[in-house]
């Protein structure tokens, strides 16, 4: 099975930078995920990592440490919209993802 | 448009009655999940199909079933609903894209079982 953690909530000033690091526990690994979610509406996909290193994507970025079971969204100049979940998962040997509880990011003017 | 329907958007329900959760995608995905999310738990897989014709338990599959008949329908159904399965089910397809499995999730389906 997975153990996914992540922090349940953190707030943010408009234009500032800000980490939401996952750990996981996995026993088998096929990737690593990031979802955005918005309040009543169905998660997005954002990011992938499979290899060690940082992928980048516009404002957000995404880092994976395989060897530490860790990861980290970055999410960067942030902008009131970015206020949501973001959810960290993992898959595993069947391809099937398991969530972490999301982290509740609010970004305040 | 493309996408994944799913039905109904919400739905109240007594106890002990049977109910089904309609999903359909005209992505032509072979891959397609059941998830339930409720406050602090984040997303449970409830069951999968990797291709028609099979399927497989999730994480928390006690008190549901699911078919898959063709590419496009995944149903899921509860036999006797009970209050715990009170929760918010989204319906999601999977891609296989550069090694990656990328679900799409449908709307969801509010549920609340009195």
Redesign the interface.
Known sequence: GQNIDQPTEMTATEGAIVQINCTYQTSGFNGLFWYQQHAGEAPTFLSYNVLDGLEEKGRFSSFLSRSKGYSYLLLKELQMKDSASYLCAVSDGDYKLSFGAGTTVTVRA | IAGITQAPTSQILAAGRRMTLRCTQDMRHN?M?W?RQDL??????IH?S?TAGTTGK??VPDGYSVSRANTDDFPLTLASAVPSQTSVY?CAT?E?NS??????????SRLTVL
């Open positions: 891959a999940y998830y602090g738990l984040g997303l449970r897989l999968y990797n999730g994480e989204f999977g296989m090694g990656a499995n990328v679900l799409t999730f449908g709307a969801g």
